[in-house]
C-alpha cells in the first residue's frame, strides 16, 4: 500500500464553541458530502456540549481533514487521541454516522483514558446510530 491510499484513522474530542444543534446538523450534512469526495467514513457523538468523532480514510485525506478541523472555529480544547494506520474501515458504509450521548460524561471519559481507542469501541456499540439527519 502507497502513503495515498493507506488507510489512516483520527479519533479526537473537542468542546463546541456555543452549543447549537441547528449548527451539529448543519456539520454533518457538510462533513458526509465532504466525506463522500474524499472517501472518508466514520462517526460522530455529540453530547450537547462536546464532540468526539472517528473517521477514517487515505491517509492525505484524514490528514488535511484533521488540519481544518483544528483551525474550526466553532470548537476548542480539540485533543487527538488517535491518528495512525488503520487496519480496516470500522465504518465502511457510513459517510458519517451520527449519535447523540445521553451521558454527558462519556466523552470526558474518553478524553482522559490511557486507551482511548479501546474505550472508544467499548462505548460506540451502545450508541443508537444513524446516517440520516439529526
Known amino acids: 500500500m502507497n502513503e495515498t491510499s ?4 483520527l479519533l479526537y474530542v473537542s468542546e463546541m464553541c456555543a452549543p447549537d444543534a441547528e449548527e451539529v446538523g448543519r456539520i454533518c ?6 466525506n463522500l469526495r474524499d472517501s ?12 468526539c468523532q472517528y473517521v477514517e480514510g487515505p491517509r492525505p485525506q484524514i490528514a488535511d481533514l484533521r488540519d481544518r478541523l483544528e483551525r474550526d472555529p466553532r470548537h476548542r480544547a480539540m485533543r487527538v487521541l488517535k491518528f495512525a494506520a488503520a487496519k480496516k474501515r470500522r465504518f465502511a458504509s457510513w459517510r458519517l ?4 450521548s445521553a451521558d454527558p460524561a462519556a466523552i470526558a471519559r474518553l478524553r482522559s ?5 479501546a474505550a472508544f469501541d467499548r462505548w460506540a456499540p ?4 444513524t446516517d440520516e439527519g439529526l
Open 6 to 9: 493507506a488507510l489512516f484513522a
Open 29 to 34: 450534512v457538510r462533513s458526509r458530502a465532504n
Open 40 to 51: 472518508i467514513s466514520g462517526l460522530l457523538v455529540f453530547d450537547g456540549q462536546a464532540f
Open 97 to 100: 454516522g451520527y449519535a447523540f
Open 113 to 117: 483514558d490511557a486507551d482511548a481507542v
Open 126 to 129: 451502545g450508541l443508537r446510530l
